[in-house]
């Protein structure tokens, strides 16, 4: 993090000032350039305004100054409304002047490419050459809510209040703060700020985050992300937020190839694979929401996991009506997450007070007969038991017409049991807005749709994600060999070396010369013949692999076989020899991958191997490199691994041997020129018996020559 962005001081500039600029304000009421000051007025904001604009005597009833040297006082903030090359003047300006932070609303930066990336450089070194803290530029503006800090042209802070909440919005695109604002106070939800980070030119959303996780005026953040700028600066942000048990929610943008397409045009960044952005996020502990809504609703939401830190991961359904109570029920169990019933001490404590709910998967007081004093029962009983996790109350109809009769009885129960009682989070099944409103002002979380309260009940009672590993490392002998290697791809006899060096390996094998005879096979049948060669990568498509051939005369005939079929279909294959392996047998295959993303860097890969890794793309995704837990998590995602995982009776694979596999090719990130390694199929054998690797690649880049010592 740069030094202009750290410390409380930092924090109070950005979103609470005692002061700020608003340089190219306008005059015209509607104008894009009039909405700063106009919100700032509207929202109550208490410090000092100054209105610059050299062509004015006043701005909306305030005095005009005609340029940042002739104010009063340093503002702590200014909010740049110019054109582009002008806006390089005012950061210039504002660093001769000395404010702390400028935030640039000018496109025509590095989103527009060629000369818009140098008017950038420009721009960051006019701020940095005086330590101003650049956000921008193409941003919307800053939001402080509870100081009515509302510096941002977004049309959408035009209300006549901003709702106050406890999450700090951090958006690559301006637009969607509004849209993020606006449907948060459609339930009752609001966000403590909102910072359009625009191209993260110099502050991105892993600088501001860890600036505000540090502020105790936030307990949760929620992140609209089309692509990661500086994603260790991200990681950073997560790790310290995870310290403090802030929970991060991200939605992320560009999950389709024409969405990665838009994205990109849009930022003006390289955008990584949709897969490796979400498993980087969530890899760092970040969760990744399904709908945009979901975002807005769980962000909050997660504040509650410290208070199920000491309680059962499940959840109890508590409903007014028995279809609603089903749906979300059912909806939570998608998720495989845990659910239980009413227990037998909730029971017990009910009963004593003349009340009975009938034996069920879901606590149902329909029966019992919902009223206010019934309903604040239940909830009491439920949120004092032990034995209870998470309770999601689903209310019927009386949600949407008698909010009094079961929503105002379960906001009372949860501001009477305090923070050492289960927490509570809410579905009203009918459009009930005035309900959630009402759930979320009195701090019970409340959703819109089964499908997001499901997320969040996921996310709520998830185990936290393994703690990232230290950086990889290679052994001596394996980084020797992969300096030896040339750029390109690597044959299968230099591949499967290293793969065994690094412990994962092959069967038993021989390699004969391109134009040897046969020797004898000094290990036992059934035997596989492949050819090596690093110009083919798909060898059973190019007739390269002979299978199950059961004795050396069998190997012979089909040595001589494919030496003529090559030398026909692809005779500018160079082929290095010829490799004899012991076919082996075991439960499964599976794949092992690695690679170099654009954005998130190396990643990791673990799922069905063998022609089903096409059919199905049942992988799971990681940073690289991963600690065996990491591993042991990423194999437990892949549903798949069911065949393996001894399902109905069925033998068990080493599965433990393929986390130990997925780990030691994770250790790759350690050398910058292997862009891509492949084990596929990898044989999963039965339990402690350990995998197989069947068939490898590895590309490497070319050396870089200020590095390479060799002679």
């Known amino acids: 993090m740069t030094g202009s962005a750290r410390g409380p001081a930092f924090v109070d500039a950005l979103l609470r000032p005692r002061s700020v600029a608003i340089i190219g304000a306008s005059d015209t009421a509607g104008r894009l350039t009039a909405r700063p000051q106009a919100f700032l007025a509207r929202h109550g904001y208490a410090g000092t305004v100054y209105p610059v604009n050299p062509r004015r005597e006043t701005v909306?009833?305030?005095?005009?100054?005609?340029?940042?040297?002739?104010?009063?006082?340093?503002?702590?903030?200014?909010?740049?409304?110019?054109?582009?090359?002008?806006?390089?003047?005012?950061?210039?300006?504002?660093?001769?002047?000395?404010?702390?932070?400028?935030?640039?609303?000018?496109?025509?930066?590095?989103?527009?490419?060629?000369?818009?990336?140098?008017?950038?450089?420009?721009?960051?070194?006019?701020?940095?050459?005086?330590?101003?803290?650049?956000?921008?530029?193409?941003?919307?503006?800053?939001?402080?809510?509870?100081?009515?800090?509302?510096?941002?042209?977004?049309?959408?802070?035009?209300v006549d209040a901003l709702p106050q909440g406890r999450t700090a919005v951090l958006s690559q695109s301006g637009s969607v703060i509004g849209a993020i604002m606006s449907r948060g106070a459609a339930t009752g939800r609001g966000f403590g700020a909102f910072v359009s980070v625009g191209n993260e030119a110099m502050l991105g959303v892993g600088e501001l985050g860890e600036a505000l996780v540090e502020d105790e005026a936030f307990d949760s953040f929620a992140l609209f992300v089309e692509t990661l700028r500086r994603p260790e600066r991200v990681a950073a942000f997560a790790a310290r937020a995870r310290a403090l048990g802030k929970p991060i929610t991200a939605f992320l943008v560009g999950r389709s190839e024409a969405g990665r397409a838009l994205a990109q045009s849009h930022t003006g960044a390289m955008i990584g694979g949709p897969r490796a952005l979400a498993s980087f996020l969530a890899h760092h502990g970040i969760v990744v929401a399904d709908s945009f809504e979901g975002m807005i609703e769980t962000a909050g939401a997660l504040s509650l996991r410290t208070r199920l830190a000491s309680r059962p991961k499940r959840a109890t359904v508590l409903t007014t009506t028995g279809g609603g109570g089903g749906m979300v029920y059912d909806g939570i169990a998608l998720r495989s997450s845990a659910l239980a019933g009413l227990s037998p001490r909730a029971d017990a404590a009910l009963r004593a007070e003349g009340i009975a709910i009938k034996p069920g998967l879901i606590v149902d007081v329909t029966f019992a007969g919902a009223r206010y004093e019934t309903m604040?029962?239940?909830?009491?009983?439920?949120?004092?038991?032990?034995?209870?996790?998470?309770?999601?109350?689903?209310?019927?109809?009386?949600?949407?017409?008698?909010?009094?009769?079961?929503?105002?009885?379960?906001?009372?129960?949860?501001?009477?049991?305090?923070?050492?009682?289960?927490?509570?989070?809410?579905?009203?099944?009918?459009?009930?807005?005035?309900?959630?409103?009402?759930?979320?002002?009195?701090?019970?979380?409340?959703?819109?749709?089964?499908?997001?309260?499901?997320?969040?009940?996921?996310?709520?009672?998830?185990?936290?994600?393994?703690?990232?590993?230290?950086?990889?490392?290679?052994?001596?002998?394996?980084?020797?060999?992969?300096?030896?290697?040339?750029?390109?791809?690597?044959?299968?006899?230099?591949?499967?070396?290293?793969?065994?060096?690094?412990?994962?390996?092959?069967?038993?094998?021989?390699?004969?010369?391109?134009?040897?005879?046969?020797?004898?096979?000094?290990?036992?049948?059934?035997?596989?013949?492949?050819?090596?060669?690093?110009?083919?990568?798909?060898?059973?498509?190019?007739?390269?692999?002979?299978?199950?051939?059961?004795?050396?005369?069998?190997?012979?005939?089909?040595?001589?076989?494919?030496?003529?079929?090559?030398?026909?279909?692809?005779?500018?294959?160079?082929?290095?020899?010829?490799?004899?392996?012991?076919?082996?047998?075991?439960?499964?295959?599976?794949?092992?991958?690695?690679?170099?993303?654009?954005?998130?860097?190396?990643?990791?890969?673990?799922?069905?191997?063998?022609?089903?890794?096409?059919?199905?793309?049942?992988?799971?995704?990681?940073?690289?490199?991963?600690?065996?837990?990491?591993?042991?998590?990423?194999?437990?995602?892949?549903?798949?691994?069911?065949?393996?995982?001894?399902?109905?009776?069925?033998?068990?694979g080493d599965l433990d041997a393929l986390a130990d596999g997925l780990v030691a090719l994770s250790q790759l990130a350690a050398e910058p020129r292997v862009t891509e390694a492949e084990i596929n199929p990898v044989l999963v054998r039965e339990h402690a018996r350990g995998i197989l690797a069947l068939d490898a690649v590895i590309r490497m880049a070319p050396r870089d020559p200020a590095l390479d010592t060799r002679d």
Not at 109 to 133: K, N, T
Not at 385 to 397: H, K, N, Q, R, Y
Not at 458 to 483: Q, S
């Open 60 to 158: 909306q009833g305030a005095r005009a100054w005609p340029s940042l040297a002739a104010l009063p006082q340093v503002p702590d903030h200014a909010y740049i409304l110019l054109d582009t090359e002008r806006a390089i003047g005012a950061v210039a300006e504002c660093a001769a002047a000395g404010v702390r932070v400028a935030t640039v609303l000018a496109d025509g930066f590095a989103e527009s490419g060629g000369e818009g990336i140098a008017r950038q450089a420009r721009l960051v070194a006019a701020a940095r050459e005086a330590g101003v803290a650049l956000i921008g530029p193409n941003s919307t503006g800053v939001v402080g809510s509870a100081a009515g800090f509302s510096a941002t042209t977004n049309a959408a802070f035009a």
């Open 376 to 652: 604040k029962a239940v909830v009491a009983a439920l949120a004092s038991d032990p034995e209870t996790g998470l309770i999601v109350a689903a209310i019927g109809s009386s949600a949407q017409f008698n909010p009094e009769i079961a929503v105002r009885p379960i906001v009372d129960a949860v501001a009477e049991l305090g923070p050492e009682a289960a927490p509570v989070i809410a579905m009203p099944v009918p459009h009930a807005p005035e309900s959630l409103a009402l759930f979320n002002d009195g701090g019970v979380p409340a959703f819109r749709t089964v499908e997001s309260c499901a997320q969040a009940v996921a996310a709520l009672l998830a185990d936290p994600a393994p703690a990232p590993p230290g950086p990889a490392r290679l052994p001596d002998a394996v980084t020797e060999r992969l300096a030896a290697l040339p750029e390109g791809l690597a044959d299968e006899i230099a591949a499967a070396d290293i793969f065994a060096t690094l412990g994962i390996a092959g069967p038993q094998c021989l390699h004969v010369g391109a134009d040897e005879p046969l020797p004898d096979l000094p290990f036992a049948g059934p035997y596989v013949l492949k050819a090596v060669s690093a110009d083919l990568p798909h060898k059973s498509e190019a007739g390269a692999v002979r299978l199950d051939l059961a004795g050396r005369s069998d190997v012979a005939a089909a040595l001589l076989d494919m030496r003529a079929h090559l030398a026909r279909q692809v005779p500018e294959a160079r082929i290095r020899g010829y490799m004899v392996a012991q076919m082996a047998r075991g439960l499964g295959e599976a794949i092992l991958g690695f690679t170099r993303d654009p954005v998130t860097g190396p990643m990791v890969s673990v799922g069905l191997g063998g022609v089903m890794t096409e059919i199905f793309a049942d992988l799971a995704v990681s940073p690289a490199p991963v600690s065996r837990d990491g591993a042991r998590a990423m194999i437990a995602s892949v549903k798949s691994f069911a065949l393996l995982r001894g399902y109905r009776g069925a033998p068990e």
